[in-house]
């Protein structure tokens, strides 16, 4: 079998990938959100990949692995990886999870991020009853059992008021306006910010008690030592995790030694991760035990092989494992599942990717009837990731551009 196009288009929220056979078996894969430059570097992919057997999926990665850095710019190395196992279990005849080494779970637990709020009793929360009242209604109706809240400068409410002032000493507004300017460096807190955000986990622990596990996103801009004195502030109240508190997101670095720092003065659980393209970024942070939890985003990371190994080596350290999840994808949910149900003791749960938009769950096919349910999703035994498009459907939402995705 030899690899004989690479393709991709913009389907709803994803820009999806597809790696095509000589053979007549196709992979499919998800990108996170909308990022032209994949689509700009996929003739470039194609040329180093066309005429491997993507059966022996290390041997294609070898090609293009040097070609990836942190986020975003592993996306593309890491989606054409899912894809090649895709093939690679659809030509063997088996689900992924059985190439990866086999499941040791049956079903695999998931978690809620509240960035997608369509269902939600207060899609517009801002305050911490209101986004407490979010969770409740996410393990109530859908049966979540760990969710995870904005806050810090995740929170849209706090970081328009460190930019008015009274939160921080040293955040401004930049002029123009960035997406993701480099606040690794972070923050100085004043006594009023750091009580709110103390003050603000408080308030929904209080209201949900101990009916859910809650994480909290804290998004990089914190400085170390106000990272620190907020962890030991919330220790009272058994938080799951606060994820990337210094750095994150769009963070080209790991700063292991500042979160070793924070890590070792706190009983509160510190994560990190989503940003790291390779195993070999996260020796530190697992070697010196910089964060109690790491998340490897698989569409970021390298591919699931690569989060598979981080996570055994994460375990032989006794560090937890609570992978970031492909957002908005039924084919990264689909990957996701499969790798999590091979990992180690150390796994937690996974950032569950709903489809947006809702349509998505009707232009594919392979998910069995009930797959999600009391906050776990139930692993499926077909062949690849077992997700196939019903492309007849499918092609209604194809862009012009992209007409000939399915040829």
């Known amino acids: 079998m030899k690899i004989i196009d690479l393709k991709s288009a913009i389907i709803g929220n994803n820009i999806c990938l597809r ?58 190395v890491s989606s054409i990886e899912m894809a090649l196992w895709d093939i690679a279990g659809k030509e063997a005849g088996l689900p992924v999870y059985k190439l990866l080494g086999g499941k040791v779970r049956d079903k695999v637990r998931v978690y809620c991020t509240m960035y997608s709020p369509d269902k939600l009793p207060h899609p517009d929360s801002r305050t911490a009853e209101e986004r407490a009242e979010n969770i409740l209604y996410l393990n109530e109706v859908e049966g979540f059992t760990i969710v995870k809240s904005p806050v810090a400068f995740h929170n849209p409410d706090f970081r328009a008021m460190a930019e008015q002032g009274g939160f921080t000493y040293t955040s401004y507004p930049l002029d123009p306006p960035v997406r993701y300017p480099d606040n690794a460096n972070g923050s100085l807190l004043t006594d009023k910010g750091l009580n709110y955000l103390i003050e603000y986990v408080g308030k929904i622990k209080e209201v949900v008690g101990d ?74 942070l697992i070697e010196t035990h910089a964060v109690n939890v790491v998340g490897p985003d698989p569409a970021d990371v390298g591919g699931i092989a690569e989060l598979k190994w981080i996570a055994e080596y994460a375990n032989l350290h006794g560090i937890m494992m609570a992978p970031h999840g492909v957002f908005d994808g039924v084919f990264g949910m689909a990957a996701l599942t499969h790798v999590a149900a091979t990992m180690p003791q150390n796994y937690i749960a996974y950032e569950y990717p709903q489809a947006h938009p809702e349509w998505w769950y009707d232009i594919v096919e392979g998910l069995p009837e009930g797959f999600f349910k009391d906050g776990h999703v139930t692993v499926w035994d077909k062949p690849g990731i077992g997700v196939e498009f019903n492309i007849p459907k499918a092609q209604k939402y194809l862009r012009p551009e992209d007409k000939e995705f399915f040829d």
């Not at 990272?227 to 769009?250: I, Q, R, S």
């Open 211 to 284: 009916k859910v596990g809650i994480a909290f996103d804290c998004g990089p801009g914190l400085t170390a030592i106000d990272a620190l004195k907020f962890a030991k502030g919330v220790e009272p109240f058994n938080v799951l995790w606060l994820e990337d508190m210094v750095t994150g997101d769009y963070t080209p670095y790991n700063l292991a030694q500042v979160y070793r720092d924070i890590t070792s003065n706190t009983t509160t659980n510190i994560h990190t991760g989503e940003q790291i393209y390779l195993r070999q970024n996260f020796r530190e």
């Open 19 to 76: 790696v095509k056979t000589d053979k007549g078996i196709d992979g499919y894969s998800q990108v996170e959100e909308f990022k032209d430059f994949v689509n700009v570097n996929v003739p470039y992919f194609r040329e180093m990949i066309l005429g491997c057997d993507p059966t022996n999926v290390e041997d294609v990665m070898r090609r293009i692995r040097r070609l990836g850095a942190f986020k975003p710019w592993g996306k593309l």
